[in-house]
């Protein structure tokens, strides 16, 4: 065999080994559960209505009586009120159970805006657990995660909402 050959087949070889090892992180349930995450906040902040719809489930449903739809009508009505929005996840966590997953960390928003309240801003930020966003995996794809539930038993939302 020549070494040329052979030389350029082991390193075919590593290069292919360490694909897949790059692939089997990036696609590990613990890390696709946390990009979907950030990444969710990240198009709530740009008011991304259509990528943030992508990530909800059809059944989605939480404790505060939303589901999808009526979730993205009350997220367009309150995000209105910012001119600029900062979401802030502190020290997040993940649970894998699978097909499901946890997301949890205390969230932060601050912001600024001709109507924002700063009671909006206190009930979020003064909550002492932390928001936990659940998460489905919908298909043997492993980046297909869907939101299904967001919960925070601190939280107390007006009924008229």
Do not use: C
Request: net charge positive; no cysteine.
């Amino acid at each position: 065999m020549d070494s040329t050959f052979r030389n350029w087949f082991y390193a075919g070889g590593l290069f292919a080994l360490a694909l897949g090892l790059w692939l089997a992180h990036l696609w590990s349930p613990v890390n696709q559960v946390r990009l979907h995450s950030e990444h969710l906040i990240a198009q709530v902040k740009q008011r991304n209505w259509t990528a943030i719809g992508d990530f909800i489930a059809a059944d989605y449903h939480d404790d505060w009586n939303n589901d999808r739809a009526l979730l993205l009508a009350r997220l367009r009505v309150a995000l209105r009120l910012f001119s600029s929005l900062t979401i802030t996840a502190d020290t997040p966590q993940m649970r894998v159970e699978a097909p499901f997953a946890i997301w949890s960390a205390k969230i932060r928003i601050a912001g600024s805006g001709a109507e924002i309240r700063p009671e909006i801003l206190e009930r979020v930020n003064r909550l002492t657990r932390p928001f936990e966003l659940s998460w489905r995996k919908e298909s043997w794809q492993p980046w297909n995660w869907k939101l299904v539930q967001v919960r925070n038993q601190s939280l107390e939302l007006p009924a008229d909402l």
